[in-house]
Structures are given as C-alpha cells and as structure tokens.
C-alpha cells in the first residue's frame, strides 16, 4: 500500500499556531480554566524546518539556515521593506508594485536572443577569442594565407556543434516550462472556484488545492479540510526529502467558506528571498494582528498529501517563488589538470610567438640583403612591370613588412593552440561519464539508485585525490536506528534482547475490532519488559514508566495506519524527519506505550492496553543551540509536566542540583560504557509545571511568538527558562550499524594512500567506537587526544603533541602512513580554526594517519576542509548525506553526497552522488584512475600532435625565403585538427584501460600515480615537446633530401608531408593503446583512410592547388618508401625508450600489467606481486 492511500489518524504538532488549541481541553477539571487552556506551538525553536528533531548527541544540521533566520527574525518588516498582499484582491495587490507573474522561465534563450547571446556565453574561453582573432586577420588583404572561407571554417564549427546542443538542451526547457505554465488549478473568482491556467495566477488570489495536487505558488493557508487546520505535504521536488511534513492555517481563518464568506485580510511579508526554511510575516484579519512563519507557508512544488483540500493565498509567485530562487545547477568547479593544461598553453603561446619572431626577424633579415633586388626576384617583385607604368605593389617598407609576416606566422601556426582540445575534452567526460552512471558496482539496490554525475568538468579529479572528510551518520553508517539498551533510575538494562516471533509478535492493541501492530520489531530486555507492565506504583517502575511516556510523547512523530494482506490487521508506521525519533517511539510501542493518535491540541498513547490522552499544551523544537526539545504535556490526573530529552552535554547542565547524585553518576557511567561500543545516546529529564509557572511561560510564550521583530531569539529565550531544575528520568542507547563494505572500503582507501578524516556530531566515545569498527583505528595506533576549553590550553595540546610526532616521524618507518590518530572535538576547533594555531594543527594532522572530529558544527567541517584545501597542494574530497554536510561538500575539491535518510540537501548541492559509502572504491580507485590517466594522456598527445604539424609548416617556411607560403593546402591545414585526427583521439580517451578493475581493486596502491601526477607533469611535457621536434625533424627533411634535385612541385610533396604527419601521429596513438576494442580500430585506422580520402578529393577539384598531384606523386615507388621510411625513422626513438624503461625501470602500472598478462601462472604459484614503494 503507498503512502498516498494511507489512512491518517493524527497530526503532527510540529509547528502549531499559538492558538491551535484554544478551544481543546484535558479530561482532568484543573484545565477548565482559562490559564490552563492548551497552547500549542508555532515557529518554537524554528530554526531549521528540514533538520533532523533531535540528532542524538550530536550538533545537529542547519546552522546556516538558522543564521539566516535570526537575522529575519530581528529586522522588523516596515512598508518600505515588505510586501504587501491583500487576501482576495489581487487588483489592488498588483496595482501598486507589479509583482512577478506566475509563469516561470527556465530556459535560457529566445528566438531573438539565441545567436547572440550563445555567441557571447562561448567567447568566454579565451581560446575561442584568439581563433576569432585570427580569422579577422586573415580577412585583411595584406595578411591573407588561407582562403578567407578556410580560416573560419574550423571556429565555425566548433562554434556550430556546441550551438546546436544548447539549442536543444533550451527547447527542452521552452517545451517544460510551456507544459508548467499550462497546468491548471482551481482560482477564486466572483466568489466561485473556477480552473485557471498556472501562468495566469496573480499574488492576492485564493486558490483551493485538493489531494495530490502541485501547489502552483508560494501561498499561505488560511483552511484545510483537518478540524485543527493541519495539512500534510510532501517535499520531495523541493529538497529532495519523501516524509511528509506538516503546515497549519491559522485559527482565525480556518472556519471561513471562501465561497460563502467575504475574506479580506492584509499580509505583510519579506521581500522574495531563497530561505525555504524560513519566512517571516504578519497578518491582520478581522482586526486581528496574527504571525505568520515557517510552517504557515507552503511552496511551490510541494504536493498536498493525506489531506482532502486546503485553501491559501498566493504571496510569492512565478520567479519570486523560493523552488525558483534556488533553482541553481550544480556547483560550478575547474578540474586540477585543466588549471595546469592552461599553465603548459602559456608555454606553447610563448613558444608560438618565438617562432613567429624568428620568422619574421629573419624575414626582415632577407629584405635587407635582397634590397636592391627586390625589383626583379620573380617571387619578390617590388615593381609591377604588366602596366605601362611600373608601380610598386603593396609594399609598406620593412618595419610593416616584418610586423605583417609576424601576423601572417601566428595565422599560418595557428594550431599550435589547440582549439579541438576544450570540445574533445568535453565529449570525453560526457562519455565517462556514461560509463560511472551505468557501472552496476555502483548500483545501489536498496534505494534503487544509481551513480549520479552532477559536474561533468571535473571527473579526472577523481583520480587524484588525497584526503576524504566523511561525515559519520548516514554516510558510515546506516542511518537507521534500532532501539538497544536504557538506563533508568541508575538501573542499566542491557540485558539479553528477545525477538518477537513465532505466535508473540510483539505488543498489540485491540481498535474497532482490527489488531493494530507497530510496523517495526524491537528486541526488548526481558526484565525491563516485566517492569514496564507492572504499572506505575512502585518507584522503579513509576520510573519507567515516566521514561516510555517521555519517549512516546516527547518527538515530532506522525503515526500512520496502513493497510496488510490481513483485513482484520492494521501496522502502524511512525513518520518523522529523525530516524533517531522513530527508533525511540518504535521502541516506546515495543514496551507497551503504543502513540496512536496526534492532533493539533492532544496525543492519545495506549498505555499496557489503557488508552490515555494528554493535551500538548506546547512544544519547543530542537535547535542546534540548545541541543534538546522539550514538550509540555496535560496529563489525565490533572498534573503540567514538562518532559525534554537531547544531547547529555546539554542536558547535564539543567539538572536539578539537589537530584539523588549516585544515580546521576550511574547514569553517566552507563553513557559513557554506551557510547565506548558506538551507540548514540539521548538522556531524558522531566519535571512537573505548577499553575503560576505554567501561566508565566504560557504569556512569555504568547509575547514571543506574536513578536514582529526578534521572534526566533526571543522563542529559544523561553524555552532554555523553562528548561531548567530537570530529574533525570533516564538515557537511551540507540545503535546506528555501520553501512556494508565499510571496513573494507576505508581499508582500500588508506592503502591506496589516502587520508580519511571523520567528522561528525557525536560523542567522542561513540565515534572512537566507530573508528575501531570501521578499521579507521586500530589497536597499534597510538592517540593523541585534544580536549581543550582554553586556547591556552589547545596551544599546548598541540605543542606536545607535534613534539611526540615529531620524534616518531625521526625514529619510526620513513614509508608509514603516520604515527597514530589525532582526535580533536568541536570545543577545542572553536579556539583553533581561523586562528595562528591553525598551522600548528595542519602539522600535526599532516603527520597523522588518521584524524577524528567529534562534535562539530557544520560550519566547522568546511573549516576543517579548508584548513588542508589552502595549505596543501593535494586533493580533497568531502562525502556526507544530510544538511548539515552542504557546506564541508561544496567547501571540498570534490563533494559526493550519499542518497540516504536525511533527505537530499547533500546530493543537491554535490558534484556527484552515489547511494552508499562502499562504492567510493570503485569511484575512485577505478573511474577516477581511469578518468585521471587518459584525460592526461589525451592533452599531451593533442599538444603533440598539433605541434607537429606546425613545426613541419614552420621548416618549410625556412626553406622559402620566410615568405609563409605553404606546400600544405588550406583545407588540409583547416581540416587536420577537425577531421583528420580527432575521432582517434577521442575515442581512445574514453574507452582505454591502463590496467583493469581487477588489478586496480586488488592492489590500490596503484591510485597513487594520480596523487604523484606521473600521467601529466612538467617533465612529460618538455619529453612530449622534444618527442615532437624529433619527428617533425624527420617528417619534413626525409622527404626534403629524398626529392631534393628532383621536378616535384609544391603540392605533391604537401600531400606528402600531409599524409605523413596524419600516419605518424596515429601510429603514435596506436603505439600506446592498452584494450583494443573494434572502435578503437575503426577509429585509428579509419581515420587515416578518411585522411587519403579527402587528400585525393580536394587534389581533384580543378580549381583548388595541386590537381591531380596525389595520382602523380603515388604512382612512383619512392612515395611509398619515402612514407613507410618517415614511420620508422620517427617512432623507432620513442619506441625504444619506451622499452627501455618498462624492462629497466617499470612503473606500478606497467608491473600491474605484466602481472595480469602472466596472471594465471601467478595466482597457481601463490606469489605476490612486489610494487615499487611509495614515494612522498
């Protein structure tokens, strides 16, 4: 049964308005009066709507969310700085600012503007500037090389491709937006509900939403079809996140029959922002000033849920809606090899330069000398003697002379500066990026999810990466809760667990003739079972019984009953945004304190087969500042109690002093043996309200919550006065299981060389435990603690523990990772990060092999990442799966975010996602290996084979009296980058392997090519270069001195050096393909046909140069000599280096491939194979 078909029972009191509850009340007589009438919540501690309720222990997401809505909270909304909406008038609404309407426009271009504006956004790489530059050039007379079609043709097609595919990618988006914007939804209109198109929607009007439907706008409730004006929606198209969640009208409005009754109100709200977690207003109504936040608003792209109808106002619509602000794509980033290929274009600029000086000094050398010649020389004729009167041709003098052959040099060796290279590199990472998304080792079953690619630019970053910053919960581990062990009373029960089976299947109760079941088991302690079914006269067990009562009452939770194959059975499936939470209310259930009911103003809990309601007379939620929520309960026998549960930091502190201290100690004590095995913990306190304290808070709430300025300050200030003089009733032990593969994972990772750091939120115990589960730490690593209060204190912390490394790094193994683990929490970061101990620090954890950071805020992991991004030149990757991960992901080199159970916020703002932590191995130690070295071969070939074509056009120029004439045809100069050896090219860089999966799995030491850079560095380069002069050396002289006295024309020996250049370099390419594959074969040995193909076409169109001169020149045997001869001659150098090398001095990748060659006989003898050792 989906969720959609669910039958609702209760409401989640998440964020309730003042006066929810006003006219509810208990069943005791004590609530008759009007003091005690319940007053539900509204915004407290509204900090962060999509956080988790209460993150066990740890720091919870969200703070730059909660930033963001302090500040609105303290800026009071004056007429200059607000919106003003009037309720059904959207007339005069839009009369006196024009509002945006609500159509909405994602894509990027119209008719009109495509051609410019797509022209304008593609000249932003300077390259394209350049090429352009260029053809201008060779349009002016005195310049003119190429044919002037010639010279823009291979601008022009890149130009054309990358044209074509936006286009597409826009009418994609025209052909979205116009299927958005034509969708319809019901309007008020004349007091009648009429279907009105989305784009025609105004702000001011009223629209009446049903189940299942899109909201259209931003708008804010003012009924739904609940009694308490609840309505459920569900988020997904906006933050990614599938529970649902609740929004409430306000009580004023909630009776009123829009048809039927006049509704005229003002909102005055904030101007249109990207906070979907926050918002700010007033509304008067009837007279009445009413406040309205987070949780009155719902946005477009939600969808009503569980929920027959709701009517709302639209406030913010079309672009001014908040989905539409944040409609962003991914983070924008610059691969690392990328940056560097720019540094090696400056070199080859520079050096293109030089050999346009040296041609055109020399020039001016040779104009010089030849001055008084310069009338007669047939190939330099100064005068024009076919007319009467001789006249000069357009001769400038020499310095013109010199300045025009410079130009005409960069034009003639233009593709020097690779302009194939920025579309090749492109369609190579879409074509990587194919293969990653359709890995199946990185398919996650579970979620039915598959690896996503969000940034297409920096994939061979993956090869290169160096430190990885994980968070814990989620990312690790599996985010999903499973209730273990409580101590109440001082009292640890951990005892065995018992499974519900067989004919027991666990509590149950008895509604309307149908068995209503938790959908989850629970394993339960025999004893503690005994006693919470003893009732509450005892103390011991009015203990527990105020510990399951806390657990059941105090959370966020929606129960839901569904459907089973049983008609007479019925599960009830607890819904909230905190796994945490559903494991405790599960557990509760387990223990006979079943939650069955939640509206608006009570909760109805089946207590050992009793059902009991107890009026929610308020809820403050939890914030990462408190680190704790708390709920005030009206319970049946007329008592007030406040019950709050959070993080033992926060909670030790508001203990009541007086409270039994032995039972204070044991309760620490069994936290701390908790937390020593890696599981989360939650201590629980409760005290009971009188009426005069009652009454103070109900009025400091009430000022609060109505407050137009300062609202979520104010807020937290009352619930931390009412947070105090607690009697610990208890502590829970919730156990979060490591996720498949992890230990394994981490262990490839670090032999593979790279660090992996860990910060979470949790307790110091709880995430040392994890470390040893893991094999993050292990038993021979020593530790190096810091938890410091003082900066004093942490500068000494550090000293002394540099010291200890110090000495390690001098007398221990020169080749080991590190000397042990340094763990450091978030109090001692507050005093180190953005300090001068920082540097200290980076020492530190630079000589460690593992570092652990516990209770850190979010903020404090970008910190951390940035610590090392800024001081050291390696790579960093950052892999979380909530909220409160988006800062240290978007901080990171590379961000992954993990599709888990805290919503989509991570995969959101990520570069890539993935479903489990595991599948970073194959992420990394595979596609990133992979992705690293043929991106990095493929630069240094297009740099070589670019450059050798130029210098065969440059030694030709030498031998012509630096004239800039060419033997080789324009068009086979246009078309050498473009169609002659790109397919090649491309096609290797996409499909080649190295090494396969096997090996690179089997030993990850071979990652460590990409983080040592030995696929693209300064010293291949300068071997590339020297490789290519070689070559052009012997592709230009072999043919110069075989036809030297001979009566070849130009244009026969340009097809020669055209066709030589064009086999050589793909010989070249061939030389260093690993798999062969029949595309790589079609590829290489095609593209060398194609080549011949287009020779003979353009040698046989009359009125191109040299026709027919291919047909004579291959008719003789010395072409084919000559041509075979060149291949040798320039390859045989390269090849025996190379072979040199692999039998002399192999790389691990060259030993990695002998050994799979000779793989069989290698795995029948038992023998390892023995890499080179790590070099640092």
Request: proline share 3%.
């Amino acid at each position: 049964m989906s969720l959609d078909d669910a039958q609702i029972v209760n409401v989640n009191p998440q964020l309730q308005s003042p006066d929810t509850l006003q006219n509810s009340s208990s069943h005791g007589g004590g609530f008759q009066s009007k003091s005690w009438r319940a007053s539900s919540v509204q915004e407290v501690g509204f900090v962060d709507f999509g956080s988790k309720s209460v993150p066990q222990g740890s720091q919870g997401g969200g703070a730059d969310s909660e930033g963001l809505s302090l500040s609105m909270s303290h800026r009071e909304i004056d007429n200059e700085d607000a919106r003003l909406v009037y309720v059904n008038d959207a007339l005069k609404t839009n009369e006196r600012f024009e509002f945006a309407g609500n159509s909405i426009r994602t894509a990027k271009y119209s008719v009109l503007s495509f051609l410019p504006r797509n022209l304008f956004e593609q000249f932003h790489r300077v390259a394209y500037i350049y090429f352009l530059l260029i053809a201008i050039l060779n349009q002016l007379p005195q310049l003119a090389v190429f044919g002037r079609g010639a010279s823009i043709l291979p601008l022009s097609i890149v130009l054309l491709v990358t044209a074509v595919k936006d286009a597409y990618e826009d009418w994609r988006r025209h052909r979205s937006d116009r299927i958005e914007n034509n969708r319809m939804s019901s309007i008020l209109v004349n007091d009648r509900f009429q279907q009105k198109k989305w784009k025609d929607i105004q702000v001011g009007e009223i629209i009446r939403l049903s189940a299942n439907d899109t909201i259209p706008c931003d708008i804010v409730l003012l009924s739904t079809s609940d009694p308490t004006g609840v309505a459920y929606i569900q988020t997904i198209n906006l933050d990614g996140e599938s529970n649902l969640k609740t929004r409430y009208a306000k009580q004023e409005t909630l009776s009123r029959i829009p048809e039927k009754d006049r509704m005229n109100g003002l909102i005055k709200c904030e101007k249109p922002n990207r906070n979907i977690y926050g918002f700010h207003a007033t509304m008067e109504f009837d007279g009445k000033h009413l406040s309205l936040g987070p949780s009155n608003i719902v946005l477009r792209g939600c969808v009503l849920k569980n929920t027959n109808s709701a009517v709302g106002v639209a406030v913010y619509a079309g672009s001014e809606t908040k989905a539409m602000l944040n409609s962003s794509g991914a983070p924008s980033k610059r691969s690392r090899l990328e940056t560097r290929m720019n540094q090696e274009i400056i070199l080859l600029s520079i050096f293109l330069v030089a050999l346009c000086t040296v041609v055109s000094v020399c020039a001016g050398v040779w104009l010089g000398r030849h001055r008084d010649d310069l009338d007669i020389l047939p190939f330099y004729r100064k005068l024009d003697y076919s007319e009467p009167e001789a006249e000069n041709y357009n001769y400038s003098g020499l310095g013109m002379e010199i300045l025009f052959t410079f130009l005409m040099s960069v034009i003639v060796f233009q593709i020097m500066i690779p302009i194939s290279l920025y579309i090749s590199m492109e369609l190579v990472r879409v074509g990587q990026a194919y293969f990653m998304i359709r890995d199946d080792k990185m398919y996650d079953k579970t979620s039915n999810s598959r690896f996503q690619c969000r940034a297409l630019n920096i994939n061979e970053d993956l090869g290169q990466i160096k430190y990885v910053f994980s968070d814990k919960t989620g990312t690790l581990t599996e985010n999903k809760m499973e209730f273990k062990y409580a101590s109440i009373l001082g009292v640890d029960y951990s005892g065995e667990g018992t499974d519900f089976d067989g004919e027991q299947r666990g509590y149950c109760i008895q509604v309307n003739g149908q068995v209503w079941r938790p959908k989850m088991m629970v394993k339960v302690d025999k004893e503690l079972l005994q006693l919470s079914q003893t009732g509450n006269n005892m103390k011991a067990s009015k203990q527990i019984y105020d510990f399951f009562l806390a657990l059941a009452a105090c959370n966020t939770i929606v129960p839901i009953v569904v459907d089973t194959s049983d008609p007479a059975e019925k599960l009830v499936d607890y819904q909230g945004e905190s796994p945490d939470e559903q494991a405790l209310v599960y557990a509760a259930a387990a223990y006979g304190f079943m939650l069955m009911e939640r509206t608006s103003g009570h909760i109805v809990i089946d207590i050992q087969g009793e059902r009991q309601r107890f009026n929610v007379l308020g809820m403050h939620e939890f914030d990462s500042d408190r680190k704790r929520m708390s709920v005030i309960l009206g319970c049946p026998d007329d008592t007030v109690k406040v019950i709050v549960k959070g993080a033992d930091s926060s909670m030790f502190k508001i203990i009541d002093k007086s409270f039994n201290l032995d039972v204070l100690r044991a309760t620490e004590s069994h936290l701390h043996s908790y937390s020593s095995i890696g599981l989360r913990t939650l201590v629980v306190g409760m005290r009971e309200l009188g009426i005069p304290e009652f009454e103070q808070w109900q009025s400091s709430y009430e000022t609060a919550s109505t407050a137009v300025m300062g609202r979520v300050a104010l807020l937290r200030k009352v619930a931390i006065n009412l947070e105090n003089n607690l009697n610990v009733v208890g502590a829970s032990a919730i156990e979060d299981r490591l996720q498949m593969g992890v230990p394994e994972a981490i262990e490839s990772l670090r032999k593979a060389g790279i660090k992996v750091w860990v910060l979470t939120g949790d307790k110091q115990e709880t995430a040392i435990s994890i470390g040893y589960s893991s094999r993050l730490l292990t038993s021979n690593m020593s530790q190096v603690v810091i938890n410091s209060n003082s900066k004093e204190s942490c500068r000494k912390s550090l000293e002394d523990a540099l010291i200890t490394s110090r000495k390690f790094v001098v007398s221990g193994d020169p080749h080991a990772g590190g000397f042990g683990a340094l763990i450091i929490d978030g109090t001692s970061l507050v005093y180190i990060l953005d300090s001068e101990l920082e540097e200290q620090l980076f020492q530190l954890a630079n000589h460690c092999a593992v570092v652990l950071c516990c209770r850190v805020a979010p903020l404090q992991k970008a910190g951390i990442v940035a610590l090392i991004k800024n001081r050291a030149d390696d790579m960093t990757l950052a892999i979380g799966d909530g909220a409160n991960d988006v800062s240290m992901i978007q901080m990171a080199d590379v961000g992954i975010g993990i599709s888990g159970q805290e919503g989509r916020q991570a995969v959101m703002a990520s570069d890539f996602a993935m479903g489990q932590f595991r599948f970073l191995v194959p992420l990394l130690l595979v596609h990133g290996h992979w992705n690293y070295q043929r991106m990095a071969y493929m630069i240094l070939y297009n740099f070589y084979r670019n450059a050798v074509f130029v210098l065969v056009l440059f030694w030709y120029v030498l031998f012509t009296g630096f004239t800039l004439t060419t033997a080789v045809t324009e068009w086979s100069s246009v078309l050498y980058s473009v169609l002659y050896t790109s397919v090649p090219t491309i096609i290797v860089a996409i499909l080649d392997k190295d090494v396969s999966r096997r090996s690179l799995l089997t030993y990850p030491q071979l990652y460590g090519t990409g983080q040592r850079q030995e696929s693209y560095n300064a010293k291949l380069f300068w071997l590339t270069i020297a490789d290519t002069l070689w070559q052009s050396i012997v592709v230009f002289f072999v043919p110069l001195f075989v036809y030297w006295k001979s009566d070849i024309d130009g244009s026969s020996l340009g097809d020669l050096w055209t066709l030589a250049v064009v086999f050589l370099v793909n010989v070249h390419l061939a030389m260093d393909v690993i798999r062969w594959s029949w595309i790589s074969h079609a590829s290489i040995w095609g593209s060398i046909v194609a080549t011949c193909i287009c020779v003979i076409i353009i040698d046989i169109i009359p009125v191109l140069p040299g026709y027919w001169a291919i047909f004579d020149l291959a008719s003789k045997g010395s072409f084919w000599i000559c041509l075979l001869g060149i291949q040798i001659t320039a390859i045989v150098p390269r090849f025996g280096i190379k072979m040199f090398i692999q039998h002399c001095k192999p790389s691990d990748i060259q030993i990695a491939r002998e050994a799979e060659k000779f793989g069989n006989s290698v795995e029948s003898r038992g023998t390892e194979i023995e890499m080179n050792p790590p070099r640092r």
